[in-house]
């Protein structure tokens, strides 16, 4: 019982406290001594930093405690836990990172020269820490609730109202910094979007192979001795020529494919490809979980 509890721990719980610890480096490292903004519950939080003075790990979690109670509500405890969680460890270590900066043992990158530097460097950072907390099914709360109970009731796409969300409150931010920094911050969403996407993914990118032709045997043979791969054989039908096919399937890394391609050709010239993306390849010869 003990070690199921220890193992859910870590392979939960400690990447989420990771993600958040990440992430809330970022705002205070790069965001708030440079006077950028984020988006969302987040954004709102900086804003009331910078006019009132308000520490972001306070105002976090009080904006986002009525949004828990009707998550609660309206998705259930069990749907919640990970996202209250997520919040509870972002607004931790946010306090943490005051400690740090108040007692001088953290030193903000502070720089009125180049921005676009601290712009992409916080943007890796937040996206990553927001990576690894989603990839773990957890959330920061804020926005992300609001668009989850807004999908569930109007059907309206999460996406689509996190975006509005976020250009609200970055817009709102034009009256307490120079609109330069809030085009800066654009550029910092950006970032952080695509490495979320990266993280979410996975870093075990690979390509798929499924290879239509009339040595299927041959192929899957070849693949089979020469790459070491495993290789999945479809039962299938030409549409126009009514006659019998099996369809060769294949995954295998990106530094593979050239390789299988040539393979593929030199068994069968006239075969005919199709090579998709995939992402976060589980199973034997790539990653296990």
């Known amino acids: 019982m003990l070690k199921s509890i220890l193992k859910g721990l870590f392979n939960h719980y400690l990447p989420i406290m990771l993600g958040t610890a990440i992430y809330a480096f970022g705002l205070h490292y790069f965001i708030i001594p440079n006077l950028l ?5 987040t954004g ?34 069990f749907t919640m836990a990970s996202t209250i969680f997520g919040t509870l460890s972002l607004s931790l270590f946010l306090w943490v990172m005051e400690v740090a900066i108040k007692f001088q043992w ?16 916080a943007g890796v950072t937040l996206g990553t820490g927001l990576g690894i907390v989603f990839r ?14 807004v999908q569930k009731k109007w059907g309206w796409s999460m996406g689509q109202f996190i975006l509005i969300m976020d250009v609200v409150v970055i817009s709102a931010s034009l009256f307490y910094i120079p609109k330069e920094k809030v085009l800066y911050t654009l550029v910092t969403v950006f970032i952080a979007s695509r490495m979320i996407d990266f993280i979410q993914e996975g870093a075990y990118a690979a390509k798929a192979f499924t290879i239509i032709t009339n040595h299927s045997e041959a192929i ?9 791969r495993g290789v999945t054989l479809f039962p299938a039908k030409g549409a126009f020529s009514q006659e019998p096919k099996q369809v060769v399937y294949c995954v295998v890394y990106r530094h593979e494919m050239r390789r299988m391609r040539a393979l593929v050709r030199e068994v069968d010239p006239k075969a005919f490809l199709v090579i998709s993306d995939v992402h976060d390849v589980l199973g034997e010869g790539f990653r296990m979980e």
């Open 37 to 41: 903004m984020e988006g969302g519950i």
């Open 44 to 77: 709102i939080a900086i804003l009331l930093n910078y006019s009132l003075s308000l520490p972001p790990s306070i105002t976090t979690l009080v904006l986002n405690i009525p949004l828990f109670v009707l998550g609660w509500y309206v998705f259930g405890k």
């Open 106 to 121: 953290l030193d903000p990158f502070y720089t009125q020269e180049d921005y676009l530097l601290v712009a992409l460097y």
């Open 136 to 149: 773990y099914g957890a959330t920061t709360g804020g926005s992300d609730i609001i668009a989850r109970i």
């Open 220 to 228: 899957a043979s070849a693949i089979t001795r020469e790459i070491d």
